[in-house]
């Protein structure tokens, strides 16, 4: 499977508008009608239905100057047993000067004996915001699956105004459980997200996005410097987690 999707956004005439639009093999883009100024939407969907080995996935998000653009997936992505080799997730961001885009996709869930290899990589202006999550799922509790062969690989490296920010990189390779168990790893999580935020006014929302965390069923930390906003989040199960996301990022998005 092969899929790939780009996506800018300018602004223009006191409105965001769409400017380039390309979609080939798998991946779709959609684009909900929103109010007059409202910062446009791009939901991304991959018509193929998940994601096994030798699958690439490529989505490019642009938004110019002063504009505002918020992207999100339709379902949740799923990486199944793979026959062999990886499946490959890319995704490139770029935020010009003055400009928003916030990357919230559904979560990932990973299936046993699934292989798959993730990579962001963000260029944000000075003066522009940048709102990233993502979700990872170690199979569906409800089905009481259980995940002991996997191959996990995520890499983020985001840059404003051409510095390294934030460079983050995990492996979990072979026994989730196993790996997840230790106090230092999950306790026990069944599930894991990572949430940034890059704002010149980050430092501001450090304590509102604490706050926000404050749910049962997960444990989260938020660090923020120089402008960057960093929630790491795990739970058992992914209810309690997507609870959690959907109250941090309402309190970045304002």
């Not at 080995?53 to 992207?71: I, P, Q, S």
């Not at 992505?77 to 559904?106: C, F, H, K, M």
């Not at 799922?137 to 983020?156: Q, S, Y």
């Amino acid at each position: 499977m092969r899929g790939e999707a780009h996506v800018s956004v300018r602004r223009a005439d006191g409105a965001n508008r769409l400017v380039r639009l390309r979609q080939a093999g798998s991946a779709k883009v959609r684009l909900p009608r929103v109010e007059a100024g409202a910062p446009l939407e791009a939901i991304v969907l991959n018509t193929a239905g998940g994601l096994t080995g030798g699958d690439r996935l490529k989505t490019t998000v642009e938004v110019g100057a002063g504009a505002a653009l918020m992207a999100s997936s339709q379902a949740a992505e799923r990486a199944y047993r793979s026959p062999g080799g990886e499946a490959e997730v890319e995704t490139s961001l770029s935020v010009a000067e003055g400009g928003r885009l916030d990357w919230i996709p559904q979560e990932t869930i990973l299936f046993e004996g699934s292989r798959l290899r993730r990579r962001l990589t963000a260029d944000v202006a000075s003066g522009s915001v940048l709102l990233a999550a993502e979700a990872i799922v170690l199979g569906r509790t409800a089905m009481g699956e259980t995940l002991h062969d996997i191959g996990f690989t995520d890499v983020w490296r985001i840059r404003r105004g051409g510095r390294l920010v934030f460079a983050d990189g995990s492996r979990l390779i072979g026994d989730a459980v196993a790996a997840m168990a230790g106090g230092a790893t999950g306790n026990g999580a069944r599930c894991f997200a990572t949430v940034v935020l890059v704002d010149p006014s980050a430092d501001a929302a450090l304590e509102a996005a604490r706050a926000a965390l404050v749910i049962d069923g997960v444990e989260a930390g938020t660090s923020v410097w120089n402008g960057v906003l960093v929630a790491r989040i795990v739970a058992a199960d992914s209810q309690p987690l997507r609870a959690a996301m959907a109250a941090l990022i309402e309190c970045l998005r304002g």
